[in-house]
């Protein structure tokens, strides 16, 4: 069956620019979440959805971050006047139960 | 609120040894504890969870864990390193609630030695 899809698998911008990254999470799964993976390091938190609650937004770094998910579904990660410390993979995962995370293969965002 | 500690940033072993990566979580209420691996350039993917039950849980790849709540561990094993075990291996953890999120370590990178 279809897994976590992310597009743009790769994304360069120039600093300053917005960016929009997608998420497609597994038909059915009530929760999304998204994390920041910089060079060498772990996974850092960014947000949560979970069916119809409001978000954690509790792990954006900035209000230049921001993601919505439309009808459940659908997930747009939102960076504004892009930084080159924003440069990183930016993953997304999807469950329906608190179980087991499914991930999309990310999107790697590079800011020149 | 939960956390999770992994103890050495990177883990190398020769082929054929035993895999020992050690993880240590925090958690006011009986946790949810899992491995996931990441191979290079790629998604992260489960290897074992531990939900309830047995405390010995088998994963794929030949992986097993111990949950020991005494010790609050959940370290990651494999009797005979090979190759093809070279990635990141993240320990993370969660809660049952309906507003929980899974915590992840900062991650674990484990060579293999010819």
């Known amino acids: 069956g279809a897994g976590v899809s992310q597009s743009p698998s790769n994304k360069v911008t120039e600093k300053g620019k917005d960016v929009e990254l997608r998420c497609d999470p597994i038909?059915?799964?009530?929760?999304l979440y998204w994390y920041r993976q910089s060079l060498g390091q772990g996974l850092e938190f960014l947000i949560y959805f979970q069916g119809n609650s409001a978000p954690d937004k509790s792990g954006l770094p900035s209000d230049r971050f921001s993601a919505e998910r439309t009808g459940g579904s659908v997930s747009t990660l939102t960076i504004q006047r892009t930084q080159q410390e924003d440069s990183a993979v930016y993953l997304c995962?999807?469950?329906?139960?608190?179980?087991?995370?499914?991930f999309g293969p990310g999107t790697r965002l590079t800011v020149t | 609120a939960q956390s999770v500690t992994q103890l050495g940033s990177h883990v190398s072993v020769s082929e054929g040894a035993l895999v020992l990566l050690r993880c240590n979580y925090s958690s006011s209420v009986p946790p949810y504890l899992f491995w996931y691996v990441q191979y290079p350039n790629q998604g992260l993917q489960l290897l074992l969870k531990?939900?309830?039950?047995?405390?010995l849980v088998k994963g794929i790849n030949g992986f097993e864990a111990e949950f020991k709540k005494s010790e609050t561990s959940f370290h990651l094993t494999k009797p005979s390193a090979h190759m093809s075990d070279a990635a990141e291996y993240f320990c993370a953890v969660s809660v049952y609630s309906s507003a929980s999120k899974i915590i992840f370590g900062s991650g674990t990178r484990l060579s293999i030695r010819p």
């Open positions: 995962a999807s469950s329906s139960t608190l179980f087991e995370q499914y």
């Open positions: 038909s059915g799964h009530t929760a």
């Open positions: 531990y939900t309830t039950g047995a405390t």
